[in-house]
Each structure stands twice: as C-alpha cells, then as structure tokens.
C-alpha cells in the first residue's frame, strides 16, 4: 500500500521503521523458538508440570524485557533514526511509525509464547489460526485506515498495533481450553524459582547474541542503502521484503524441525531424530525451489504490484538476481536453525553466527569498494557461510551422535 502512495518516501520510511522494529524484536524473537524446543522436549517426555514452569519462565522474561523496551522507547526510536541516516522526510515518517508500533511489543512476546506453545505440542491448526487471524485483521484494518479514513504511514502503524493485541483473545481462550492451565496449578515460589529462571536467562543470552547479529546486519544492510539515496532504500526495502516473505514460508519447515528434533530427544529416540532431520530438510529444499520458480517467472508482475514508482521497479529488477542467489543459499541455514534450536544447542547456534557476522562485515567494510551490489554480495555471502557452517556442524553431529545422550 505505501508503494502506491506516489512518493518514494513512504516506502522508504516503512523500510526503516520496519527494520527499526524488527531490530528489536528480532533480537528477542528467540522467545517462539526457544519456547517451541523446551515445549517439545518437555512434551516428549510428558512433563507437563515442567512445560507449564517452561511457559511461565518465559512469559516472566518476555514481560521484563517488554517493561524495560517501552519504559526507553523514546531514546531507542531517537538513537535508532540518527544511526540509519536517512533522509530528513523518510525519517520524519519513520518515527511516526514507530511511535505507534512500538506499543505492540508485549502483544508480540506473547504471540510468540503462545504459537511457540502450540507448535511444541504440535497443535499446528491452532498456531495457523492464530497468525491467519492477526495478519487478516492487519491487512483488513490496513485498507480501511489507508483507503477509507485517508491515512498513510500512521495508518499502517495503528493497524499493526490493534491486530497484534487481539492474540489477547486466543491466550485467554487457551487457558480455559487446554488441559495443562487447568490440571497444573504452580506456586508462586516455582514461578519465581531464581535457579530455573536463571537457566533459561543463560540460554537466552546465547540467543539473544545469535538473534542480535543478526538483526545488527539487517539493519546495517538498510543503514547503508539509505546512504546511496531514497530510490535505492525503497529499492532494498521491497527486496528485503520479498526475502521475509521467503523466510517466513521456509521458517514452517524450521519450525517444524524444532518440534520433531525436540520430541525425538525427549523421548530418545534416535532413529526418529534422523528421519525427523531428513525429512524437514527435504521439504525446506523442495519449498525453496518452488519460491525460486515463482519469482523468477513473475518478479515483474510482482513488482508491479507492490509499487507503481518507475524508478524504484527497474532497480528491483536490476538487483533480483541476488534475491535467486540468497533463496538457495539460506534455505540449508533456515532449517538447521530449527535442528539445531530444536535440540537447544544455542552455544554453536552463537557462534556460528558470530563466525559469519565478522565475515559480512569484513567484506563490506574492508574488502568490498561502497556501491550496492557490493551490499548485496556480502549479504550472500553471509548466508552462505551460516549454512555451510551449519551442514558441517550437523555431520559431526550425526556421526558422533552428539544429539542424544544416553
């Protein structure tokens, strides 16, 4: 929608307070993940007593963080928008999105907490419906702010805003409904046991660094394509865009790789491990061929449709080979992020993305002369590196049977 506005500055102002957002939350976004392999371990071994500490551990960790994001709000959208160096009027629009969208953050933890739950248990229905149920009344609320009441960036902000609040509704309802909040009842002194949560504040660490270079990338990615001008940072905000939309669809089958190889290790079956392993894999390659397929037989129908802007569609164009390029080298790095969170090995997790965090940023600060494709090579190379780092970790594993231990 904002890229049919008429102005360039729409859509780079929704590129940076989007990847602003994403920062944040991304880094954190470990929360669903985490949630999912101890729910699936937990699950496998038919712990329930266990899962529901697991959850409330979680949920208690989530809040702080939620407290201490928004309690500094100002200064994080301040200290965000002077780092991305954008242009005075993208930068105008973007605080105005993020003065919205960053209220949403409690909401999201708590979408996390409860899919990730569903998942774990593999009630995958119930995780579809609820991401279907707040995408569907984000874009419907979209529309209507934007073409009805006649809003533009705020617009989309108090849309997001609203759709991710009505999850309240889908946790209260699992309360009620699911077995393990009416059958377990914990103490306060469990909830607030200092040594468990401890354990899970140790995992998290580990993850929020993953999680955290990662997201230092993207929105170094975006910094740098502001700098070459508003037609190159809408250019790279649709590209960026058409990425997510890929990682979300092979995040299903890491998902799914979560589940299985955390129940597998829960119940220590090995044989189950390796086919669980197998078979997400196979998906996640078939799924991403059929990505790479579509968008190469319909990139410029598609572009079109997602903006009418002249200038910013021929360099998309221009520029989305390397968005085939990045489909087929993230897919291995996609799914062995769900092996291996699934078996809880956040410490190789760390450092692997530490490993190909310096190598992105030695290329594009170093070696590589500052023009955009340059950005995008070293982008690729960066998925490059984390999927042939994670292949190599999954033989070693597989072979020393380093997952299960007996």
Known sequence: M?????????????????????????SFGFI????????SQHAGSNSDKELLLALSHLLLISSFISFFLIFFRDQIIIFSLDFMNASNDVNINSKIYLDYRIWSI?????????????????NIKAAIIISIAV????????????????????????ASLISEYSVVFFA????????IFKSNHLTMNEIFDWSMIKKKILVNIDMFLRSFILMTIFIYFMKVGASYGDSILASNTILLNFF????????????????????SIGKKNNLLLRQSIYSTGKFSIILASIYLVIFNVFDASIVQFVTNLKDV???????????YLIFISATIAFWLDGVFIGSLKVKLLRNIM?????LFFSLEMVLLQENNDNLWISFLVFFTARSMLLAIALYYHIKNNRFIMI
């Open 244 to 263: 997510f939309l890929f990682s979300y669809g092979i995040d299903g089958f890491a998902h799914s790789s979560e589940v299985l190889v955390g129940d």
């Open 354 to 358: 530490i490993i190909s965090g310096i």
């Open 2 to 26: 904002m890229g049919h506005l008429g102005s360039i500055v729409y859509l780079g102002a929704i590129g940076v307070g989007s990847i602003v957002i994403s920062y944040v939350l991304f």
């Open 172 to 179: 209260l309802y699992a309360i009620k409904s699911e077995n």
């Open 106 to 122: 409690p909401a999201i933890f708590l979408r996390d907490i409860l899919i990730g739950y569903y998942i774990g248990v593999q």
């Open 135 to 158: 995408n569907l009344l984000n874009i419907i609320l979209d529309y209507y702010f934007i073409y009805v009441l006649n809003y533009s960036i705020e617009g989309v902000a108090i």
């Open 313 to 323: 569609h021929e360099i998309v164009l221009s520029n989305i080979i390397y968005l």
């Open 32 to 39: 669903k993940s985490l949630t999912t392999g101890f729910v």
